[in-house]
């Protein structure tokens, strides 16, 4: 006779849940109200979820401390079944999704990191590099913001 995978997914208490995630009961009851975790009810009524669930939260921790709204990561979640176990491949498909706007964080958190103690072209000119590559805030001709930080270029002014 062979087991489901539902079978080999035991379920936990919410406390167990909180115990071996380090998140706290209150907010997986928040996590659940927004749907982006879900749990069963015992016949006692109270909640039951599937061990498979410490991944989903471990997911949900990890992206808001990079930053992440919640709405952005339950679009993510959204992608994965949450009537069954996500599967390995559900991950990689939700990994290659999400692969894509991590990459170009990572690139937005490197320009800062480089260009920050630099004229960045926001119009403060208040560092003496300002002067030089941003002469008078010609820079707001290419847009509002720091466009140097943007993408932009003090050679894009003259260009203009």
Known sequence: MSRSREDSDPLLAIGAVAERTGVAISAIRFYESKGLISSERASSGHRRFRKSVIRRLSFILISQKLGYALDDIK??????PNGRTPTERDWNRLATTFAT????RIAGLQTLRDKLDGCIGCGCLSLEKCQMWNPDDAAVQLGVGPRYLMGDSASDVASN
């Not at 679009?75 to 994965?80: G, K, N």
């Open 101 to 104: 706007d991590i990459d170009a």
């Open 75 to 80: 679009q993510q979640l959204d992608r994965l």
